[in-house]
């Protein structure tokens, strides 16, 4: 990190308290940030972060980015913004979509709003490879983020407050995910779960997806989205890998593709890569920059758009099994997990 992007700047975190929050917060405590407001509902994860922590430049404010008094309060004198207060879980989002609408797109607008009312420097929106081509409402809701954002970012010239996304896959050991479900299944002496064997999911270690976010606030423009680039595993193999290292025997129980799911993610689609930006580690892609001529939506096309695939977790670099168990033993969690496993042994 460049200290010079953040000395003596205030940074706020929407949903702060969250895996990001907490990763976020390691990052970058060691650098010379005036201060760090953490902003979220949840008062019990508010006292842990701050007893852990127990830093007088981090501030936590209760709040809801659907309350725009709340966050209109804690955006003052805030340098940059990371937002990723937002719903989640696949099933919830199912069963209450309005729920998701009113977080991930109301509250965002709310955010990034705010933000421009308070002359933020820089807004980065955290998102998802399940905002491509959305079968399900948080996919919905996330896509419908990123055009809110975007749609707000071309009102906004580059003196104003600049406002950018990311967009990255599955997070390895976040809170919900799939390993830390297989792992605590394992260590309960349980059948793992899977749903579709052939399935294929991004893998991206945490520390990663925060390289994105900086990697954003630092370079990002108005309206871009920025993808990082991952690779990719089977459920299957991702089974072996876990059950190779616990030395584990546990059966393994298909239950299914569940509703909401996809075989395979996407990170990048083709017609968003024919405008992208190849930064190596990184693609940048560029927000639609056509005006309210809606006739150029029916009369422009683009020749080269055929040349394109999108980009896949079917596509991408497939991790061997091997591979994986590194990937995977990279983790602090899964040594933190293989540790409790020995305790466990008789």
């Given at each position: ?180 479900l297989f792992v605590e299944q394992i260590l309960s002496d349980k059948s793992l779960t899977i ?112 040349e394109f695939d999108d980009y896949t977790s079917h596509n991408t670099q497939r991790l061997s ?26």
């Amino acid at each position: 990190m460049k200290q010079t992007l953040f000395k003596n700047k205030t940074l706020l975190i929407t949903g702060g308290t969250g895996s990001f929050g907490n990763a976020m917060l390691r990052a970058v405590l060691d650098s010379n940030f005036r201060e760090i407001r953490i902003f979220s509902r949840d008062e019990l994860k508010q006292e842990e972060m701050r007893l852990r922590l127990m830093n007088p430049r981090i501030k936590f404010y209760i709040g809801d980015v659907r309350n725009t008094e709340s966050i209109d309060a804690v955006m003052r004198d805030v340098d940059y913004v990371f937002h990723a207060a937002a719903l989640k879980q696949v099933p919830s989002c199912e069963f209450f979509p309005m729920q998701a609408t009113l977080t991930n797109v109301v509250g965002s607008h709310n955010v990034i709003e705010a933000a421009a009312r308070h002359g933020v420097k820089r807004v980065v929106c955290l998102s998802t490879d399940k905002a491509v081509y959305p079968i399900n409402a948080m996919g919905i809701t996330k896509a419908l983020m990123e055009k809110m954002a975007q749609a707000a970012a071309r009102l906004l010239s580059d003196r104003d407050t600049t406002i950018c996304a990311v967009r990255y896959g599955n997070v390895m050991y976040s809170r919900g995910s799939v390993i830390p479900l297989f792992v605590e299944q394992i260590l309960s002496d349980k059948s793992l779960t899977i749903t579709e064997p052939s399935m294929t999911r991004f893998l991206l270690p945490l520390p990663t997806a925060i390289e994105l976010v900086l990697f954003a606030l630092e370079h990002g423009g108005q309206g871009d989205v920025f993808v990082r680039k991952a690779p990719a595993c089977t459920v299957a193999d991702l089974v072996v890998a876990i059950k190779n290292l616990f030395h584990s025997q546990a059966a393994v129980q298909r239950i299914g593709m569940r509703h909401g799911e996809k075989i395979f993610e996407t990170l990048a689609s083709r017609e968003e890569l024919r405008r992208a930006e190849d930064l190596g580690d990184y693609y940048r892609i560029r927000m639609d920059d056509r005006d309210l001529n809606y006739g150029k939506y029916f009369t422009e096309g683009d020749t080269r758009e055929a040349e394109f695939d999108d980009y896949t977790s079917h596509n991408t670099q497939r991790l061997s099994i091997p591979e994986i168990e590194t990937l995977l033993l990279a983790l602090p969690e899964i040594h933190a997990d293989l540790k409790r496993s020995a305790l466990m042994r008789p």
